[in-house]
């Protein structure tokens, strides 16, 4: 079956660091979303990655390796706002998005 | 801009009423979904739609039916409501159906079936 792991719930201070993993388990593989979902509210989109490597986008990045099925979100000079959950989404050889389940990140001052 | 708007944001619904959650875009974007949320759980796809015109079952589409009159429009039905329908339904587009792309989501129908 098709599976996407993700911590359920992570902890971090304001003004720090925090890097939120995701590994999967798919029948093929077509790319890799990040999601935020704030409490109440729609996801809406952070990034894509479907080749190897990192991808930079202003306080956020995130990370691919397929060889390990293996993905990171890293958030850098958090901020209170940043209280939301991190959906982790594969795209399979079919095109069908895989959905993983969130991680809840509580931001703490 | 509008995007996605999704009515009603909320419903109580008594068990075996019907209801259509309704969903319409001005992006003019060829695919919609249609995704329940659960606590615990990821979004998981009800129906979708590549075009008007066409539409096709997700992984839960039993006790749903959808329809795309015109490329704007994708009414979800409930034909009779049970329990297990309690969720947080999401609608969404992207601009084409195979590899899709960033989704675009409304902000979704909070339905609570007693």
């Known amino acids: 079956g098709q599976n996407i792991d993700q911590p359920t719930e992570m902890t971090a201070t304001e003004g720090a660091i925090v890097q939120i993993n995701c590994t999967y388990q798919t029948s093929g593989f077509n790319g890799l979303f990040w999601y935020q979902q704030h409490a109440g509210e729609a996801p809406t989109f952070l990034s894509y990655n479907v080749l190897d490597g990192l991808e930079e986008k202003g306080r956020f990045s995130s990370f691919l390796s397929r060889s390990k099925g293996y993905s990171y979100l890293l958030l850098k000079e958090l901020q209170m706002k940043d209280s939301a959950s991190y959906l982790c989404?594969?795209?399979?050889?079919?095109?069908?998005?895989?959905w993983g389940a969130g991680t809840k990140l509580i931001i703490k001052p | 801009t509008a995007g996605i708007t999704q009515a009603p944001t909320s419903q109580i619904l008594a068990a075996g009423r019907s209801m259509t959650l309704r969903c319409t875009q001005d992006?003019?974007?060829?695919?919609m979904y249609w995704y329940r949320q659960d606590l615990g759980l990821g979004l998981r796809l009800i129906h979708y739609?590549?075009?008007?015109?066409?539409?096709g079952k997700g992984e839960v589409p039993d006790g749903y039916s959808v329809s795309r009159a015109n490329t704007d429009d994708f009414p979800l039905t409930l034909a009779s409501a049970v329990p297990s329908q309690t969720s947080v339904y999401f609608c969404a587009s992207s601009e084409r159906a195979e590899n899709t792309g960033e989704l675009f989501f409304g902000e979704g129908s909070r339905l609570t079936v007693l």
């Open positions: 989404v594969v795209m399979d050889s079919n095109y069908q998005l895989i």
């Open positions: 739609s590549n075009t008007a015109g066409t539409t």
């Open positions: 992006m003019r974007h060829n695919a």
